[in-house]
């Protein structure tokens, strides 16, 4: 089961690679990209949906035990599983019997880009939303929500185009 | 009961979904109320060993500058020694036989050392993890102070790490005073820049200067009086308002915070015992 194996790899880095490093840059003082989420969006079309969902939690509930923010990235993550495949439904027809995992060369440029950005839009918004739990700090989490999709939709390329296949 | 339960199983997905979702909002909220559960806080032991390890690594590159901090606390420590002493040697002959020389017993302050293993400071809400816990003495709500001035109060503490909520968060107001003029107000963050925050209810007839220093007011038991807190960076008050908009400079940079001081007050439950037993009557 080379796929499996493949995700429980990309799991693990992730994490590590979000938790080590990524949480440690604070540029400007707004941008703190997600980049983990990454895993979620990876996972090959089929998926059950139950599982991504699953899978998605304990990715979240991993997260928040290292940056002491309980249950926000459990919440944001289930939410992005959630509405995953609704998502590639509307840019791209995968044919009957195919499971491919999502990347630029499955998905085609742009609908991979706009598949991206969209659920990582969705991901940050809930995210800093329910960190700031009010509009107190609207402009400011406006702000922060935007710079950080930028980077992180940047990130996320750049680590799918180094993927040969 | 057959349609029930087809429609069960049509939409698990989405009662699944709806599970989860409540599940992390109940540990948000929880999380907002209550003290949070230590296992699932970066003062759980495997997430801070993991921490610790990090740490190490990124330690290396900051000796440098620590080092130059602890030789400048050092010189000032040992120039406050020569002080003392001469004060010291003026005053004995004097009052050799009549003085009966006490401590204050709100200055009775035990300082544990401790090293920062996690922080953040661009959040709204941010926290620090400290490498030392129950085992060292350290207690929740007990002070936390750098050698800059103050970094924020203990939340939680496991057996051997302890979580600090710092004055960047808005879950805590330290109270604090004027250096020159006494006047006191709370301190609170603003959510957005790490090296400023807001001092309220000060009052218009207070005279205020850009630079002024503010320190700890000691009305709490948390620190002792006089530790530093930040500098006045700018002020200002509109024709209708009774108060003013001070921005504070804080002292102390908690972007390379490294090495930490938890106050112990040897009296705190004394104190508080009395304040209680007052209050009660």
Redesign the interface.
């Known amino acids: 089961m080379p796929v499996v194996l493949q995700n429980i790899f990309r799991f693990i880095l992730l994490v590590l690679f979000q ?2 490093v990524l ?2 840059i ?1 540029f400007l ?2 941008i ?1 990209p997600y980049v983990y989420i990454l895993f979620i969006l990876a996972l090959p079309v089929r998926t059950p ?2 599982l991504a ?2 899978l ?2 304990g990715l ?2 991993t997260i ?9 990235h ?2 944001a993550a ?2 992005v599983a ?1 509405l995953r495949n609704g998502t590639i439904k509307l840019f791209i027809a995968i044919e009957e019997g195919n499971n491919p995992t999502p990347s630029f060369h499955s998905f085609g440029v742009s609908a991979y880009i706009k598949y991206i950005v969209l659920l990582v839009f969705i991901h940050h918004t809930t995210l800093f939303l ?4 009010s509009f107190a ?1 609207f402009w ?1 989490t406006l702000a922060k929500i935007i710079l950080s999709t930028g980077v992180t939709v940047l990130l996320i390329m750049g680590i799918q185009s180094l993927n040969k296949r | 009961m057959k349609n029930l339960i087809n429609f069960l199983i049509q939409y698990s997905v989405v009662f699944l979904f709806l599970f989860l979702e409540i599940i992390s909002v109940s540990m948000i909220v929880k999380n907002q109320q209550y003290q949070r559960s230590v296992f699932l806080s970066s003062s759980n032991s495997m997430v801070s060993e993991m921490y610790e390890w990090s740490n190490s690594v990124v330690e290396f590159f900051k000796l440098r500058a620590a080092n130059d901090n602890l030789s400048e606390e050092n010189t000032s420590l040992k120039n406050q020694i020569i002080k003392l002493q001469n004060q010291l040697s003026i005053l004995t002959p004097q009052k050799k036989d009549s003085v009966h020389f006490r401590i204050p017993p709100e200055m009775e302050y035990q300082f544990i050392a401790a090293k920062v293993i996690n922080s953040s400071t661009n959040k709204l809400q941010n926290y620090i993890t400290l490498n030392k816990g129950e085992i060292d003495g350290i207690k929740p709500d007990m002070g936390v102070i750098s050698d800059e001035g103050v970094v924020g109060i203990i939340k939680t503490v496991s057996k051997r790490f302890a979580v600090v909520i710092p004055i960047l968060n808005p879950k805590i107001e330290i109270n604090c005073k004027f250096k020159r003029s006494n006047y006191s107000g709370p301190l609170d963050w603003s959510g957005e820049d790490y090296r400023y925050a807001n001092l309220k209810d000060i009052a218009r007839h207070v005279e205020l200067s850009l630079g002024d220093t503010l320190i700890t007011s000691g009305f709490t038991s948390t620190f002792p009086e006089g530790i530093p807190v930040g500098n006045i960076e700018d002020f200002k008050i509109k024709e209708s308002d009774a108060y003013y908009n001070i921005k504070v400079k804080l002292a102390v940079n908690f972007r390379t915070l490294s090495h930490v001081k938890v106050i112990n007050y040897l009296n705190y439950k004394e104190q508080k015992d009395l304040e209680k037993a007052s209050e009660e009557q």
Do not use: I, P
């Open positions: 938790v080590l949480n440690n604070q003082g707004y703190n949906r139950w969902l699953l998605a939690f979240g509930l928040d035990m290292f940056s002491n923010t309980m249950g926000m459990a919440f289930v939410m959630f329910l960190e700031s739990l700090h400011l």
